[in-house]
C-alpha cells in the first residue's frame, strides 16, 4: 500500500521538461565542446564567452519581464545602435571642455542610461496609453532608431577619440580577480532580477497580467503602468548593456546591435519562460544565453558545421524550444 501512495507524488516531484531541459542541453553543449576542442574549457575561451554573452544577456534579462507581461519589444537592437552612437557624439563633444577623465565617462554613461530609459518610456507609453500592438510599435521604432544612427554617422561609422577610447577600454577589459567588468555587471542585473520576478510585487504582478490581463484588473493590479514599467527597465538595461559595449569597439554604425532583439527573445523563450506571458524564468534566460553563446563558440572553434549555419541552428532550437513549452503545457 505504502509504494502505491508514495509513487504518484515522486512522480509529481519530478521536474518538467521546460525547466531541465535547457540545463541538460547546456550541459550536453559543454561536454561537446570539452570533447572537440582541448581549448573549450580554457579560462581564456570560457571568460570571453561569457564577457560577450553579457549584452545579449543583460538585454535579455528586461525582455523576460516584457515577455512575462505579456508583451514584445523588436526595437532593443536598433536602440542599442543608437543609444551607442548618440554616447559616442556627447563624449566627443565634451572632450574639449571635460578633457579625458572619469567625468567624460561618467557624462556618456549618464548620457546612455537617460537615453535607454525615454527609449523604453516612449515604447512603453504609445503601447499602454494609446493601446497600440507591441509588435506595431517596436517594429516602427526598430526602424527608427536604426536610420537615426545611419544618419547621426552620415551613412558611415561613429568612432570615439582615440585618446578616450584607451581610457575608456578598462570598463570593457577590466575587472576584478581576472573577471571582467560585463561579467559582473550581467551576475549583478541577473541576481537583481531574480529577486525582482520572485520575490517583488512587481514580478508577481508582471506574471499575473500576462496570464491573465482581465483577472489582473479585477484583482487591483493597475495594468498599464505595470506593462509602463517593464518597457522602461528593459530600455534602462540597453542602456547598461551598451555602456559595457562601447569601450569594446569604440564605435557604432548602423550594424551595431543587429539581431540583438532576436537573440533576446530566443535566450528568454529558450529558458522557459512563456512566449505569451504569464510565466518568467531569469534564471532560465541565463541558460538561454550561455546555449546560444555556446553554439556560436563551438562552431567557431571546430570545423564541423560552418560558423554561417549558426543562425540555422540557434532557429531549430528556437523552435525546438517553443514545442516543448506546447507539449508541457498540453501535458499539464
Known sequence: MSDTTTLPRAHRALPSMTVIGPVLAL??????????????????NVSNVLARSAFIGIIAVGMTFVITAGGLDLSVGSMAAFIAGLMILVMN???????VGVPLVLLGMATALVAGLAAGFLNGILITRLGIEAFI????????????????????TLSLDFTLRSFYQPVYYGGVLGVSWPIIVF?????????????????????????????????????????LMTYVLLGLLVG??????????????ASTGLLWELEAIAAVIIGGTVLRGGFGRVWGTVIGVLILS????????TDLVSPYLNGAIQGAIIILAVILQREGKAGA
Not at 561537446?32 to 576542442?37: K, Q, R, S, T, V
Not at 510599435?137 to 558611415?156: K, P
Not at 547598461?240 to 554604425?253: E, F
Open 294 to 301: 555556446l553554439i556560436g563558440n563551438i562552431l567557431n572553434l
Open 240 to 253: 547598461v548593456a551598451t555602456i559595457m559595449y562601447v569601450p569594446r569597439l569604440g564605435s557604432a554604425s
Open 93 to 99: 563633444a565634451a572632450l574639449p571642455t571635460l578633457g
Open 137 to 156: 510599435v517596436t517594429l516602427g521604432s526598430m526602424g527608427i532608431y536604426r536610420s537615426l544612427v545611419t544618419w547621426l554617422a552620415d551613412g558611415g
Open 27 to 44: 550541459v550536453l553543449l559543454v561536454l561537446i565542446g570539452a570533447a572537440l576542442n582541448p581549448n573549450f574549457l580554457a579560462w581564456a
Open 187 to 227: 551576475a549583478v542585473t541577473v541576481v537583481l532580477g531574480e529577486i525582482a520576478m520572485r520575490r517583488m510585487v512587481f514580478g508577481r504582478h508582471c506574471a499575473a497580467i500576462g496570464s491573465n490581463d482581465q483577472v489582473a484588473r479585477y484583482s487591483s493590479v493597475n495594468i498599464a503602468r505595470v506593462r
